[in-house]
């Protein structure tokens, strides 16, 4: 009975600091900090200032916010999203570029604030809707169990990325994978679509690497135009890996290849829904999203220039003025409008003031999708 009431106190710590966090210098001075010390044991020079929230970018497909996750999600409407993806920070003590959040949060305040946010995620999902969240072993334990005890959820897979660029640790076993663990809502029927990858093939020889049993043949009616087959994914991907060896990433941002959330896009929504990434990263969900039809909602609280520098080397610049009818009706009217007026008023548009990726070749070949989804 303590246990829960200790827990519940530090939720409700947890909100109070958010709260405040997001609050207009009017609440707090703009060089006044938050002691946030105790509930959140952070190292003495670890300082987070209010934030505020506002709209970064607009354009026909999608929308994003500079802004803490808790405070976008709070103006959006229940049951309204179609499909979550989000991978958020792993409190490894990673340098994320922003005063507004820190990575060096106690283990309880961690697991709290993560509580919150994805019951948050799990309100604002659509009966049949999914939710598919990507982390490292230690904490996909954490939210399973939370995830486990949320009746309206039905678990589906937990799915292993193999990590192609981990290192052997002296005492430990060798670190070689990451999760996603994915669950769908109930209520209504839930989407899923065959996805499949193409057969790899050995560099050296041009041969087909996969062991298919005796039953090559029943895969011909999937070959590509090279004689190729596509073949199903399964709860194992070797075929991805780690973001971080890609040329046109900063190191100070949270970034999946595109290829991870495409797939999951894929599989478990449609053409014309709606798509949630509450940390925005370097956007790739967010361009995997509008590759494939689907709207998309995003929200980055630390630097957003990444997502800014990768909209305008693969969209230019141009960008809409109010959001797509389908993407608006997502949101509560009076949120939405408070924070479109003050874009306008402000005329806070920053894509214009970043510039397009020099690589933005190299990204685009990167993007090339792999995933394809495909009859049973």
């Not at 993806?85 to 490894?92: E, S, V």
């Not at 003590?93 to 509580?115: I, L």
């Not at 290849?257 to 478990?268: D, S, Y």
């Not at 220039?305 to 009076?334: D, G, M, Q, Y």
Request: charge should be positive.
């Amino acid at each position: 009975m303590k246990q829960s009431q200790a827990k519940r106190n530090l939720q409700f710590e947890t909100k109070r600091i958010i709260r405040e966090r997001s609050q207009s210098s009017a609440f707090l001075s703009k060089n006044q900090t938050i002691n946030a010390d105790k509930p959140m044991s952070v190292a003495d020079n670890n300082k987070i200032f209010p934030f505020q929230t506002s709209i970064a970018y607009i354009n026909k497909n999608g929308i994003l916010f500079h802004a803490d996750c808790l405070d976008v999600l709070s103006g959006i409407k229940s049951k309204s999203i179609d499909l979550v993806f989000t991978d958020p920070p792993f409190n490894l003590g990673k340098d994320y570029d922003t005063m507004a959040y820190t990575d060096k949060m106690s283990a309880e305040f961690y697991k709290s604030w993560c509580h919150i946010w994805m019951n948050e995620l799990v309100r604002v999902l659509r009966p049949g809707g999914s939710l598919a969240i990507y982390s490292w072993p230690k904490w996909v334990i954490e939210v399973g169990s939370q995830l486990h005890t949320i009746p309206v959820l039905e678990y589906r897979s937990l799915i292993s990325l193999k990590m192609k660029s981990g290192f052997p640790i002296r005492g430990r076993i060798h670190p070689s994978n990451y999760c996603i663990i994915y669950y769908v809502k109930k209520g209504a029927k839930a989407t899923f679509n065959v996805v499949r990858y193409r057969t790899p093939i050995c560099r050296h020889c041009g041969k087909e690497i996969r062991d298919y049993g005796g039953y090559r043949s029943k895969f011909e009616r999937f070959e590509d135009d090279d004689g190729i087959p596509w073949v199903q994914i399964s709860d194992f991907w070797e075929d991805t890996r780690s973001a971080r060896q890609d040329k046109s990433r900063k190191s100070k941002i949270n970034e999946l290849p595109i290829h991870i959330p495409e797939r999951i896009i894929l599989m478990a929504s449609n053409k014309k829904d709606v798509v949630l990434d509450i940390f925005g990263g370097g956007g790739s969900t967010y361009q995997a999203a509008q590759m494939h039809d689907r709207f998309w909602i995003g929200c980055e609280i630390g630097n957003i220039e990444p997502c800014l520098s990768r909209f305008a080397t693969i969209w230019n610049k141009e960008e809409e003025n109010t959001p797509s009818r389908k993407i608006a009706k997502c949101f509560k009217p009076k949120y939405l409008n408070h924070l479109l007026e003050k874009r306008r008023s402000q005329n806070l548009f920053p894509i214009r003031d970043v510039k397009p990726l020099t690589n933005g070749d190299l990204l685009k070949k990167n993007v090339l999708s792999k995933s394809r989804v495909i009859g049973f």
